[in-house]
């Protein structure tokens, strides 16, 4: 059974960080491609940080400088540091992953809250 499980959402002030975890079972974890993406309300979802296997990184515009995105094998686990955060940073964030060029798996999410 494939799970993708979520943690480290919460509430932080502007300006602040958080570091998201995606932990993964039942996939090879090792080579398959593990991706952040995040939905506001009202809003479609949309992807924040990808990882390959072999390690390549992939980021939004809107994020690119303020998160980093990586992964420990061993621990079929993914983070996402999130610094510097905005209020537009607030959404559910979802971990999902894929071998070929869908998504096949994704997270039940994370919930992160930016406000003063």
């Known amino acids: 059974q494939v799970q993708l499980v979520e943690s480290g959402g919460g509430l932080v002030q502007p300006g602040g960080s958080l570091r998201l975890s995606c932990v993964a079972s039942?996939?090879?974890?090792?080579?398959?491609?593990i991706g952040w993406y995040r939905q506001a309300p009202g809003k479609q979802r949309e992807v924040v940080a990808v990882i390959t296997s072999g390690g390549s990184q992939n980021y939004a515009d809107s994020v690119k400088g303020r998160f980093t995105i990586s992964r420990d094998n061993a621990k079929n686990t993914v983070y996402l540091q999130m610094n510097s955060l905005k209020p537009e940073d607030t959404a559910t964030y979802y971990c999902?992953?894929?071998?070929?060029?869908?998504?096949?798996?994704w997270g039940q999410g994370t919930q992160v809250t930016v406000s003063s």
């Open positions: 039942g996939i090879i974890f090792r080579i398959s491609n």
């Open positions: 999902g992953s894929r071998l070929g060029s869908s998504w096949d798996y």
